[in-house]
T-cell receptor, first 112, second 111 residues
Framework: KQEVTQIPAALSVPEGENLVLNCSFT??????LQWFRQDPGKGLTSLLL?????REQTSGRLNASLDKSSGRSTLYIAASQPGDSATYLC???????????FGEGTQLTVNP | DVKVTQSSRYLVKRTGEKVFLECVQD?????MFWYRQDPGLGLRLIYF???????EKGDIPEGYSVSREKKERFSLILESASTNQTSMYLC??????????FGPGTRLTVT
């Protein structure tokens, strides 16, 4: 059974710092990996989706990488801002059109 | 923009009541999902649907059922609500293997 782990569970950084969030998964036979952001009490917002054939995806200050063989993904946030404070979740899809398996998330706080 | 809406943001029900949670998406997506989210347990899949009238059990289907009579609407039904079903319920949809889009969530409290 696929398991997704995110480390650290919580992270607090000063504004302007570059940071990396980590995601690992136990079964490398994935179809894609998706990163989400969740604000308190709200739904999830999709940030980036990386297909299994891709190594990375970029959107603005966000860059996500995928190393399928080692079962790892990272989300890099450049020049962090207080508005980036949220919980970040990664999720893997094992076959096309199937369910996602989620990690428990990293709670990020960016201090002004 | 894809929009996924859920019928209620907050809901309070009594033990034993039958509860309906509604989810509607406006992008003609084939796939729809119901998750629940609990502290320390993360998001867990309850049921999902690949097409109208199709449904598949997720990880924790016990105590729940679903209905998908129209492509845009996916309903989650708690047949007899219990206190351990107090949770945040999240609906999502996607097409194929593209991004899953989530609704705002329904925070259900069963007393």
């Amino acid at each position: 059974k696929q398991e997704v782990t995110q480390i650290p569970a919580a992270l607090s950084v000063p504004e302007g710092e570059n940071l990396v969030l980590n995601c690992s998964f136990t079964d490398s036979a994935i179809y894609n990996l998706q990163w989400f952001r969740q604000d308190p009490g709200k739904g999830l917002t999709s940030l980036l989706l990386i297909q299994s054939s891709q190594r990375e995806q970029t959107s603005g200050r966000l860059n996500a990488s995928l190393d399928k063989s080692s079962g790892r993904s990272t989300l890099y946030i450049a020049a962090s801002q207080p508005g980036d404070s949220a919980t970040y979740l990664c999720a893997v899809e094992e076959t096309s059109g199937s369910r996602l398996t989620f990690g428990e998330g990293t709670q990020l706080t960016v201090n002004p | 923009d894809v929009k996924v809406t859920q019928s209620s943001r907050y809901l309070v029900k009594r033990t034993g009541e039958k509860v309906f949670l509604e989810c509607v998406q406006d992008m003609d997506h084939e796939n729809m999902f119901w998750y629940r989210q609990d502290p320390g347990l993360g998001l867990r899949l309850i049921y999902f649907s690949y097409d109208v009238k199709m449904k598949e059990k997720g990880d924790i289907p016990e105590g729940y059922s679903v209905s998908r009579e129209k492509k845009e609407r996916f309903s989650l039904i708690l047949e007899s609500a219990s206190t351990n079903q107090t949770s945040m319920y999240l609906c999502a949809s996607n097409q194929g293997s593209y991004e899953q889009y989530f609704g705002p969530g329904t925070r259900l409290t069963v007393t």
